[in-house]
Every structure is written in structure tokens, then in C-alpha cells.
């Protein structure tokens, strides 16, 4: 695990004033959703704790939009890179989290495996579940479990109750077709049912809630075909793509005093969910077949 501060003086329009700001902590907030939610953070005066797991540039990235943001004052901003599938190294962010300010207000996670563009697009489907699986389940479900014990023996310097926030998918609880269907929504549907879970066990002294991206205009999303980007706008009510800024404005909101009476939910941020027949679909493969198995 490797840290990295940037210095600077807090909004001192924040909730808690210069000396208590409201600390917000984002997971893989080196790209995409991630991103966007750190920096609508910090756009509101909060001091935003970024993380990734080794994409530096991407942090740094992050870093510098926040430090362009029009504000009157910086706001302060800690980089900590640490893989969260290592027990050891997710300790030590949970820990070095905490002991930045004394304390967290919001935590959200965003870190999720990337199995779409890249050279893990690919991967047979098994590696891609199998990833998946071990970040966007295993280590968040772990993580999470850590951050909320430490959440309930802080001394908060605001009357607001700390707040988790995780990422499922819309289409997780209806299902999809093809491989991306199959591994995103077991996936997905896991963390949304675990976020849950989690309101209910440390509820009222912590808020947990679930945000449901539709679809998303993130990296994937610009390398979409046509008929891709027929069915990404024709699913919406509001007939586009969602965007980054549209779940981090939610993200913020729910979490930064604006949703005090909001817990254990699960919230779609997706235009409007409008299901139908699309020329686009999600190709699914074929498992490579031991000699065991019957023949068909």
C-alpha cells in the first residue's frame, strides 16, 4: 500500500467548519464512477480520501480535477493505492482512513473489476466471475464489514449519522441475457442483498444504502456499437446514457446530510427503467467441456 498527500485548507462553508470537515471516502476513484463521485465530494467541501489499486495516473488525474474545482479554498484531498482483495493492505487503508481526520462521515465503495475493456475483455467467462466475484463481492463484503466496525467506535464531530454507500446494477433483480448478464447480475444482486443486510445489522447508528446505475457512459460506453447505444438510450425513459455526474450527485446528496431519513434502499439512478425487445444483445460463450461431462 503506498500514500500520497495533498495538502490544502478545507471549504470553511462545510458542514463542520475548517477544523471537522465532512470526510468522504472513495474506492477506485481512479476512473469512472469513482472518479466522479470524488470530485462531487470535494465540490461540495468535503475532504475526500481517494483510492485505487494501481492505477496512479488515473488517481492523479482525479487529483487534479478536484484542485481545478472553482472554489475559494482547496480542499484537501489524501491518495492511498491499496489492493482491497489483500486482507493486509485493505487494514491498513481502513486504519490510515480513519487516522487522516479521526474520523469518516461517508464511505463509499466503487472499486469493481474491470473484465470489459482491456485485455480482460478476453478472459473466458469463469476468470471474469471469478474476478468479479473475489473484488466486487468478497473484498467489498469484507471491507465493508471493516469500515462499519470502526464507524461505530468513532467520535463524530457532526450531528449527521456516518453513511455507507455501495454500487449494484438495475437490471441485477430481472436479469440479463448473455455472459455480462450471467456474472453481473449474481454479482450485482449479491452486493445490493449484502448492502441491505448491512443497513438492517448496524442500524440506527449507521445509514447503508445501495445506489443502481442503469446504463452508463463510462469507458465502456464509448467504445459501444451502434445498436448499443440504441439500446442504452431506448431503455431509459429519459431516452440517453446516464453519466458519471448523474450517480456521483446522488451519491453526495444521500450521503452528506441531504438523505438522513434514507436507509437501507436501494436506489435506481437510471432515467427510468423502460425494458424491451433491442437489436443489441450480450453474446454468450460457450465453457470449455471435460471429458466428463455428457455430450449433448
Known amino acids: 500500500m ?22 468522504a471516502v472513495v474506492t477506485g476513484s481512479s476512473s469512472g464512477i469513482g472518479r466522479a463521485i470524488a470530485i462531487e465530494f470535494a465540490s461540495r467541501g468535503a475532504a475526500v480520501l481517494l483510492h485505487g489499486r494501481s492505477n496512479l495516473a488515473g488517481i492523479e488525474q482525479t487529483v487534479q480535477a478536484i484542485e481545478s474545482l472553482d472554489q475559494q479554498a482547496r480542499t484537501q484531498t489524501r491518495v492511498i493505492m491499496a489492493d ?25 465503495h466503487a472499486a469493481g473489476a474491470d473484465v470489459l475493456t482491456g ?27 471493516l469500515v462499519a466496525r470502526y464507524m461505530l467506535h468513532q467520535n463524530l464531530p457532526h450531528r449527521t449519522l456516518p453513511s455507507m454507500v455501495h454500487l449494484g446494477w438495475d437490471q441485477a433483480d430481472e436479469g ?14 449479491a452486493v445490493n442483498a449484502f448492502s ?34 440504441e439500446r442504452a438510450c431506448g431503455e431509459s ?7 458519471a455526474d448523474d450517480v456521483a450527485r446522488i451519491t453526495a446528496a444521500i450521503s452528506m446530510g441531504d438523505g438522513e431519513f434514507i436507509n437501507g434502499q436501494s436506489i435506481s439512478v437510471n432515467g427510468g427503467r423502460n425494458a424491451g425487445s433491442w437489436t443489441a444483445r450480450s453474446h454468450i460463450t460457450h465453457d470449455h467441456r471435460p471429458n466428463v461431462w455428457p455430450s449433448s
Open 119 to 145: 485485455e480482460s475483455r478476453g478472459w473466458s467467462f469463469e476468470r471474469k466471475l471469478r474476478e468479479l466475484w473475489a473484488t466486487d463481492v468478497h473484498s467489498t463484503l469484507m471491507l465493508s464489514r
Open 176 to 189: 440479463m441475457e448473455g455472459d455480462s448478464g450471467q456474472y453481473f447480475c449474481a454479482v450485482k444482486s
Open 84 to 108: 482491497i482483495q489483500c486482507p493486509q493492505a485493505t487494514y491498513a487503508l481502513v486504519k490510515s482512513a480513519f487516522a487522516w481526520h479521526g474520523y469518516v462521515d461517508a464511505w463509499v
Open 196 to 229: 441491505k443486510s448491512l443497513a438492517k445489522s448496524y442500524a440506527p447508528r449507521i445509514r447503508v444504502n445501495c445506489i443502481l446505475p442503469g446504463w452508463i457512459k463510462t469507458d465502456w460506453g464509448e467504445l459501444t456499437s451502434v445498436e448499443w447505444n
Open 237 to 243: 425513459l429519459l431516452e440517453r446514457w446516464g453519466t
Open 2 to 23: 503506498t500514500s500520497l498527500e495533498q495538502h490544502g485548507r478545507s471549504d470553511p462553508n462545510n458542514r463542520g467548519g475548517s477544523k471537522s470537515p465532512f470526510v
